[in-house]
């Protein structure tokens, strides 16, 4: 079976492994294949210090949920040209240092998974990459058709009408993730035949 790929942004890792809800049930049962730019994780073994006081969490405590994470995100190295060019000028209009995550979404022609707002509006108005907050994504995952979760981002961050023309590329196809019955029960969990990781371009590690 081929999955596809999402990206992942550093602070979907962060809820996934500090706390229980729906960011990390959604993470360890989507069915896709989640990769974050090694960056993002070089930047939270960092930080992690820091994060473990404001967390009020004890860093080996934090370390272990982190690796529990890690288990489930491939950190990718960062993509060559012209996706880190065409990311680098992108990402110049809201935040710099939010290009590995497009660059990676454009080369695996993956959505990025964030609530941040640059990103969500980048990809709306800049019509290069998409991107997901959690709501668009269970949409996504409920079998909703694309062309409603577009408008819902659009209504909640702003963007180009609809009617307007869609650019070119792969940004026009309809986005879809195949969504199994229980996708996020144990069954569908016990059930995922994952991908051999450690194979292809997307199996480098921090």
């Excluded at 269970?138 to 180009?160: C, I, K, N, Q, T």
Aim: some cysteine; proline content about 10%; hydrophobic content about 40%.
């Amino acid at each position: 079976m081929s999955y596809p790929r999402i990206v992942v942004d550093t602070n979907k890792i962060l809820a996934a492994a500090l706390k229980p809800g729906r960011v990390r049930e959604m993470l360890f049962n989507i069915p896709a294949v989640a990769i974050t730019p090694c960056e993002a994780w070089r930047e939270i073994e960092k930080h992690i210090g820091e994060l473990a006081a404001k967390k009020g969490v004890p860093r080996d405590r934090l370390e272990a949920l982190l690796d529990g994470v890690r288990r489930e995100v491939i950190a990718c190295a960062l993509p060559r040209e012209p996706h880190a060019s065409t990311a680098r000028g992108i990402a110049s209009g809201f935040d710099p240092d939010d290009w590995p995550f497009i660059a990676l979404a454009l080369q695996y022609n993956a959505p990025i998974w964030t609530n941040d707002r640059g990103l969500l509006r980048g990809a709306l108005h800049s019509r290069r990459y998409r991107a997901l907050d959690t709501r668009a994504l269970d949409m996504l995952l409920e079998g909703r058709d694309w062309r409603e979760v577009e408008e819902y981002l659009r209504r909640a961050y702003g963007g180009r009408p609809l009617g307007e023309p869609r650019g070119s590329g792969w940004f026009a196809e309809p986005l879809r993730l195949p969504v199994p019955p229980g996708w996020c029960g144990p069954v569908w969990r016990d059930a995922l035949s994952r991908p051999p990781w450690g194979v292809g371009p997307c199996a480098r590690r921090v």
